[in-house]
């Protein structure tokens, strides 16, 4: 089955770019995603790529995608601290495929 | 228009126990999917309905089932309850089958003792 692998941590300054890095196994998603996780909360969608874009811009967020290493990337310019949660990345097969989850913790 | 709820938002149960977990999906969404969200393995897929009917599922054992009602909303139940099926239930939902953006709701924390 498809396995989806983050790094677990990262830590940035206030102000500085994230970013979070994404691994997966199974090419056959139609999208990829990026949800966001506050303490105590559901998940929030923060933006998603087709898989036959390489990049897909959304304000502070920039979606990186390389098709041939299986390799997703979502940076996050100007990193504030309310940007400090779990970031999941997904992938839709016939259902959502989540990976392990980044935390990222802003200080200042 | 008001985001998906569920109810209840924290529960706790004993072994052996079973337990109903509700969703209301955002108005004029039809399809809702649940994931069971635990620190050992992260966010799995439970299963997916769609007009009163289960439409994926995924690999949890047959303790697990739900159903959905014709208003779309939906329920799952866990029945013989085990120290292992504390987690986080998330309910998701979008308009129809073939949409892509789902949208979560706030999860019932299910604690068993």
């Given at each position: 089955g498809e396995d989806v692998e983050q790094s677990l941590f990262l830590s940035v300054r206030e102000g500085d770019s994230s970013v979070i890095n994404c691994t997966y196994?199974?090419?056959?998603?139609?999208y990829l995603y990026w949800y966001k996780q506050e303490p105590g909360a559901g998940l929030q969608l923060l933006t998603y790529i087709f898989s036959n874009m390489d990049m897909k811009q959304d304000q502070r967020l920039t979606v990186l995608l390389n098709k041939k290493d299986k390799h997703l990337s979502l940076r996050i310019a100007d990193?504030?601290?309310?940007?400090?949660a779990i970031y999941f990345c997904a992938g839709d097969t016939d259902k959502l495929i989540f990976g392990t989850g980044t935390r990222l913790q802003v200080f200042p | 228009k008001a985001g998906v709820t569920q109810t209840p938002r924290y529960l706790i149960k004993t072994r052996g126990q079973q337990v109903t977990l509700s969703c209301s999906p955002i108005s004029g969404h039809r399809s809702v999917s649940w994931y069971q969200q635990t620190p050992g393995q992260g966010l799995q897929f439970l299963f997916e309905y769609f007009s009163e009917t289960q439409r994926n599922k995924g690999n949890?054992?047959?303790?697990f089932s739900g159903r959905q009602f014709s208003n779309s909303r939906s329920e799952m139940n866990v029945s013989?309850?085990?120290?292992?099926?504390s987690a986080l239930y998330l309910c998701a939902s979008k308009p129809?089958?073939?949409?892509n953006e789902q949208f979560f709701g706030p999860g019932t924390r299910l604690t068993v003792l």
């Amino acid at each position: 089955g498809e396995d989806v692998e983050q790094s677990l941590f990262l830590s940035v300054r206030e102000g500085d770019s994230s970013v979070i890095n994404c691994t997966y196994t199974d090419s056959s998603s139609t999208y990829l995603y990026w949800y966001k996780q506050e303490p105590g909360a559901g998940l929030q969608l923060l933006t998603y790529i087709f898989s036959n874009m390489d990049m897909k811009q959304d304000q502070r967020l920039t979606v990186l995608l390389n098709k041939k290493d299986k390799h997703l990337s979502l940076r996050i310019a100007d990193t504030q601290t309310g940007d400090s949660a779990i970031y999941f990345c997904a992938g839709d097969t016939d259902k959502l495929i989540f990976g392990t989850g980044t935390r990222l913790q802003v200080f200042p | 228009k008001a985001g998906v709820t569920q109810t209840p938002r924290y529960l706790i149960k004993t072994r052996g126990q079973q337990v109903t977990l509700s969703c209301s999906p955002i108005s004029g969404h039809r399809s809702v999917s649940w994931y069971q969200q635990t620190p050992g393995q992260g966010l799995q897929f439970l299963f997916e309905y769609f007009s009163e009917t289960q439409r994926n599922k995924g690999n949890f054992p047959g303790r697990f089932s739900g159903r959905q009602f014709s208003n779309s909303r939906s329920e799952m139940n866990v029945s013989t309850l085990e120290l292992g099926d504390s987690a986080l239930y998330l309910c998701a939902s979008k308009p129809e089958l073939a949409d892509n953006e789902q949208f979560f709701g706030p999860g019932t924390r299910l604690t068993v003792l």
